[in-house]
């Protein structure tokens, strides 16, 4: 296995798509394609979290600045 980003969701997808079709055509094993499963879905927790967080923080400057 070559060395990807996963940077962001749409990163995320492509992999996940990608592992599933290698599992299902028995190139991959099912406990290692589970563990990958797993870590991929806390990654994507981790980027929606860190989207989420500056969305937010962009809105407070927002609205600061229109207070101002």
């Known amino acids: 296995m070559g060395q990807r980003r996963l940077n ?14 290698r599992t299902e055509n028995g190139q991959i094993d099912a ?4 563990s990958l499963t797993y870590m991929t879905s806390i990654l994507m927790r981790a ?7 500056k969305r937010i923080e962009e809105l407070e400057n927002k609205m600061l600045k229109g207070e101002k």
């Open 8 to 21: 962001t969701i749409q990163d995320l997808r492509r992999y996940l798509a990608n592992l599933i079709n």
């Open 31 to 34: 406990a290692l394609a589970r």
């Open 47 to 53: 980027i929606e979290g860190g989207d989420l967080e």
